[in-house]
């Protein structure tokens, strides 16, 4: 049996969950470009008619989803620093921040959650008074996008949990053979 608590192996495992997020993270961002880019060249094809209403609470939404899974990726990548130093050397301040980094990480991420749920009320429930007809093409296309981008942002929401127990050491690994 192999119990590595708070050295090697366990803290590597952490460094790849937070590997993972930043690459979750990062495919969450380019499916809100490619989101973006189907409501603005493929939508206007089933009779959308572009207004600032509509449009200005759009960009808003989705520059602040873009900002928040940057901030995300950033703080997950920032969090593999007191993980590495934690694993070395223990200390209060690498197990605090190693804690408090995938906190503030998670925290984006329910802000980025949020307004994607805003950019889907406005692409479900606005843009068909702006002159978008119902069509099953596009709404399939859309709402295959949609799962995507849900499932990869709660998929990363609950990967964060693991280095936030894991500098609590609240959660420990074994390798048995």
């Not at 690498?94 to 804690?99: A, H």
């Amino acid at each position: 049996m192999i119990n590595m608590g708070n050295n090697g192996l366990f803290n590597f495992k952490t460094v790849i969950v937070l590997i993972v997020i930043i690459i979750l993270s990062s495919l969450s961002f380019l499916v809100v470009l490619r989101i973006d880019w189907f409501v603005h060249e493929d939508l206007y094809s089933y009779g959308l008619q572009f207004d600032s209403l509509w449009a200005n609470d759009y960009w808003f939404n989705k520059d602040m989803l873009l900002t928040f899974l940057v901030g995300t990726t950033v703080l997950c990548a920032l969090s593999i620093l007191p993980h590495f130093d934690h694993s070395k050397q223990p200390t209060t301040f690498s197990k605090w921040t190693g804690n408090l980094i995938p906190i503030v990480a998670a925290i984006y991420m329910i802000f980025s959650i949020s307004f994607f749920l805003r950019i889907d009320d406005i692409i479900k429930n606005t843009l068909p008074q702006y002159g978008v007809s119902l069509s099953y093409t596009w709404t399939a296309e859309y709402w295959n996008l949609n799962t995507i981008i849900i499932t990869l942002m709660i998929t990363s929401l609950m990967l964060l949990i693991i280095p936030i127990l894991r500098t609590l050491e609240i959660l420990e690994f074994e390798i048995e053979d």
